[in-house]
């Protein structure tokens, strides 16, 4: 049984670039977090999509933003890349409001 | 808004010593409560949650952990640790019947010297 999966596992890139951060759910799962893990900080909620919607967001501005697709797999987008955008991108997955697994991350940096 | 507190950031110990790690959380209603281990070049993965029921929670690897209501607390205990338990801890809340926003915690840094 496939755990949540996620892509790329590196990625670097320049100030003002956009980013797109790829997360599959565990099977059987239909509702995927997003969250940003600073480095020395706990993970920090960016939304949650259900359904296709996003159902609730963190503190985070709209460059952040995402999508659900019908097979429950999401993206999460980052437009005008900011060097305090450094970080790993954590995807969880759940059933609903079940207890969520995560994902092993995307470490992005931006130079 | 939830908040969790977790008390130590660094915490060393020699193996067979007993651990215990403290969380806070603010909040008014009804909780859930997690803590989540992350092993050095691992991912986040859940020790142990607690929903309703039994206050006292048993995890994987002989973790526990209590939920004392009155005291907003949710720690973590071992009572003999093992070097493999090197990790960083986390712990987490989320708001009871809600849409799964989990609030997480600074993380502790626990380090175990055979």
């Known amino acids: 049984d496939a755990g949540v999966t996620q892509s790329p596992t590196h990625l670097i890139k320049t100030r003002g670039q956009q980013v797109t951060l790829r997360c599959s759910p565990k099977s059987g799962h239909d509702t995927v977090s997003w969250y940003q893990q600073a480095l020395g900080q706990g993970p920090q909620f960016i939304f949650q999509y259900y359904e296709e919607e996003e159902r609730q967001r963190g503190n985070f501005p709209d460059r952040f933003s995402g999508h659900q697709f019908p097979n429950y797999s999401s993206e999460l987008n980052v437009n005008a890349l900011l060097l305090g955008d450094s970080a790993l991108y954590l995807c969880?997955?759940?059933?609903?409001?079940?207890?969520?697994?995560f994902g092993p991350g995307t470490r992005l940096t931006v130079l | 808004a939830q908040s969790v507190s977790q008390h130590n950031h660094h915490v060393i110990l020699s193996e067979a010593a007993s651990l215990e790690l403290g969380c806070n959380y603010s909040?008014?209603?009804?909780?859930?409560l997690f803590w989540y281990v992350q092993y050095p070049g691992q991912h986040l993965q859940l020790l142990l949650k607690?929903?309703?029921?039994?206050?006292l929670v048993k995890g994987i690897k002989g973790f526990e952990a209590e939920f004392i209501k009155s005291k907003f607390s949710f720690n973590l205990r071992k009572p003999s640790v093992q070097w493999s338990d090197t990790a960083e801890y986390f712990c987490a809340v989320s708001i009871s019947g809600g849409y799964q926003k989990v609030t997480f915690g600074i993380g502790t840094k626990l380090q175990v010297i055979p």
């Open positions: 909040y008014g209603g009804t909780v859930n």
């Open positions: 607690y929903f309703s029921g039994d206050p």
């Open positions: 969880a997955s759940s059933l609903f409001t079940d207890t969520q697994y």
